[in-house]
């Protein structure tokens, strides 16, 4: 996956010196090669993640507590072939808000059908480029997920103060996610992102979430 289709390419190649055009510089680099580059945000999340979710075929997020009293909740996913540690450091340094928790989730690795097999962190698998077949299950595992990650936040805060979203996959589970929630959320966040099994839409929408603030970015 690109930076530069995150926008993060001019990000990275400031905060981290990475070369221009070096989309894996972040995966690569992940957190263990941050304390020469950048060592005051290592300190920062490592300072402030926490343990409390676990899943058995996801890997903990980070999660970035927040500098005051916790009033909302921000749960943001990846995009296919990246990992949380990109999206939890722009929360954290350029988007930390000082009452806001940030949670940011890893996907599972698993084959990717379009990329012949390879394996990588995705929330489904993707069979074309034309979007005619979505992986059902493997979309529906991840909402399941989320889902869960959602509940946890609402034993500290309202379910109105959560939001949820997403850049590309990510964002479409994200969708998927807020929409079928059982609560009513604060608002859903998709970045080039689209609505997954889309032929289910509107049975499947909950009336908590039917007129919750949605946000669509490309």
């Not at 009293?69 to 450091?89: E, M, N, P, Y």
Request: glycine content about 8%; some cysteine.
């Amino acid at each position: 996956v690109s930076t530069q289709s995150t926008g993060l390419h001019s990000y990275l190649v400031k905060k981290l010196r990475c070369k221009p055009f070096d989309g894996n510089c972040m995966l690569k680099s992940g957190l263990r090669n941050l304390p020469a580059r950048v060592p005051s945000l290592r300190y920062y999340i490592w300072r402030y993640t926490s343990k409390t979710f676990r899943s058995e075929n996801m890997s903990s997020p980070i999660v970035i507590q927040p500098r005051g009293a916790h009033k909302a909740s921000v749960i943001f996913l990846h995009g296919r072939g990246d990992t949380c540690h990109g999206w939890a450091q722009v929360m954290g340094e350029e988007l930390n808000i000082k009452h806001v928790k940030y949670i940011c989730p890893t996907a599972s690795t698993i084959p990717i059908t379009i990329n012949k097999g390879m394996r990588m962190p995705a929330w489904y698998d993707k069979f074309d480029k034309e979007f005619a077949k979505d992986d059902k299950s493997g979309i529906m595992r991840s909402v399941v997920h989320v889902h869960a990650l959602i509940a946890e936040e609402e034993k500290v805060v309202p379910s109105d103060k959560i939001f949820v979203g997403g850049f590309s996959q990510g964002g479409a589970v994200a969708l998927y996610s807020g929409l079928t929630y059982k609560n009513r959320l604060g608002g859903i966040i998709g970045l080039s992102c689209y609505l997954p099994l889309n032929t289910e839409f509107p049975d499947v929408v909950d009336s908590q979430n039917s007129a919750t603030p949605i946000i669509l970015c490309h």
